[in-house]
């Protein structure tokens, strides 16, 4: 079992950035991928970015450029370091880690939220 706990979310002006975390407890020996994630109203669950050792860093077309995801391994702890923000980037943003023998679709955070004012 692994525990997920976000934070640095808030409120920003267009153009400003925060950084997001996501500090993982409990069972965190085989973490294979970790990702963040971001629903906002009415919308569906997306994908923002991932990264693992395998395929290193994936980034939704939408954030290239302007996010960065990250990882401390010593501390257990994944970023999201956001610039450039815009309004569409209003959601909230989930953490996600896979395990190579936990559930197919990992654990997840309680999510934090993220609003980006015009």
């Known amino acids: 079992q692994v525990r997920l706990v976000e934070s640095g979310g808030g409120l920003v002006q267009a153009g400003g950035s925060l950084r997001l975390s996501c500090a993982a407890s409990g069972t965190t020996f085989g973490i294979n991928a970790l990702g963040w994630y971001r629903q906002a109203p009415g919308k569906q669950r997306e994908l923002v970015a991932t990264?693992?050792?395998?395929?290193?860093?994936n980034y939704a077309d939408s954030v290239k450029g302007r996010f960065t995801i990250s990882r401390d391994n010593a501390k257990n702890i994944l970023y999201l370091q956001m610039n450039s923000l815009k309004p569409e980037d209003t959601a909230v943003y989930y953490c996600?880690?896979?395990?190579?023998?936990?559930?197919?679709?990992?654990?997840w955070g309680q999510g934090t939220q993220v609003t980006v004012s015009s």
């Open positions: 996600n880690v896979k395990t190579s023998n936990g559930p197919y679709s990992g654990y």
């Open positions: 990264i693992s050792g395998r395929f290193g860093t």
